[in-house]
């Protein structure tokens, strides 16, 4: 018997329909859940940029003038490698200064537009042996030949990463446990589905329908849920990046002014939530059509 595109239609919103209730409380659960999920990854993506000048264990920021002569600069270099208190260090190039420049600032346009790459610093970056150390070397560089400012910051850092991961591993859980109960929901929705219409599904398999012919539907129940929910999820995330860069903007500290979350970090996370949702919705009624659609 083939299968009709109409057919598969109108039985999966028939479906949908005779059991509205449930399949709404299933949406309800993927979206809240994926929400949860979409959220963790935004946090993540935004502390990871405005971070990233103290990734690798830098403790230390030592900025020169944008014309600072290289003389003065190799003299910062020679102190660096005669200090016991330093463990390592690295130079940052103006262009690459200027590069990281862009992307923490990708929320403040008019910004970028009055700075140019000239007048941006370049930098060493340093790791210490004992963070402690960073406020003391941090005041010797301060006040020398061609250093504009010194930066060490990296408690405060610190302590927004644990944070930031506490936040993200209690919203993962919670997730977690709402994606469950939305695949147990699903499974359910569809388990329902296919007793009420088991004389029915008797019936069409007498005249000589196909075991696909008879699933389809059903699956396209589920998996419609799981979507449905997605994409309410998705929505949310897009609120999410709204909220976040009015909170930003309007009450965020310094500490949180490279809190960015950008375009490619947004549509990252609506595929993610996408895919979660089509892949929950699937799974929930492929158990139920394999263990009580016998066909």
């Known amino acids: 018997m083939a299968i009709s595109v109409e057919y598969v239609v109108k039985e999966t919103a028939g479906n949908l329909w005779r059991n509205r209730l449930m399949s709404l409380a299933a949406v309800l659960t993927v979206a809240v859940s994926l929400s949860l999920v979409g959220a ?3 946090i ?7 971070t990233s000048q ?5 403790q230390l920021l030592i900025f020169f003038n944008p014309n600072a002569p290289t003389s003065e600069k190799h003299s910062v270099e020679v102190q660096l490698k005669q200090m016991a208190e330093v463990k390592s260090f690295f130079y940052v190039d103006r262009a690459a200064s200027y590069k990281e420049f862009k992307r923490l600032m990708a929320n403040e346009p008019d910004l970028l537009n009055a700075v140019t790459q000239n007048q941006i610093p370049p930098s060493y970056r340093v790791v210490l042996k004992d963070p402690a150390e960073a406020p003391a070397l941090g005041k010797i560089f301060a006040g020398q030949p061609g250093v504009k400012t ?3 910051n990296f408690g405060a850092i610190k302590t927004m990463l644990d944070l930031s991961s506490i936040a993200q591993a209690v919203i993962i859980a919670l997730a977690l446990v709402l994606l469950l109960s939305a695949t147990v929901l699903i499974f359910n929705v569809i388990r329902v589905g296919i007793f009420a219409r088991r004389r029915e599904v008797s019936v069409m398999k007498l005249v000589g329908a196909t075991n696909w012919f008879i699933r389809i539907p059903f699956m396209l129940e589920g998996l419609t849920q799981g979507l449905v929910g997605a994409v309410v999820a998705a929505a949310g995330v897009l609120g999410l990046q709204s909220l976040f860069n009015y909170a930003i903007n309007h009450f965020g500290v310094k500490l949180l002014s490279g809190f960015v979350i950008t375009s490619s970090d947004v549509i990252f996370t609506e595929i993610f939530v996408l895919a979660v949702g089509i892949v929950v919705g699937a799974g929930g009624s492929m158990i139920a059509v394999r263990r009580y659609l016998e066909v």
Not at 44 to 50: F, L, N, P, R
Not at 54 to 58: H, I, K, L, R
């Open 40 to 42: 963790a990854l935004l």
């Open 44 to 50: 993540k993506q935004g502390v990871s940029t405005a």
């Open 54 to 58: 103290w990734q690798g264990g830098v």
């Open 150 to 152: 010194t930066e060490y």
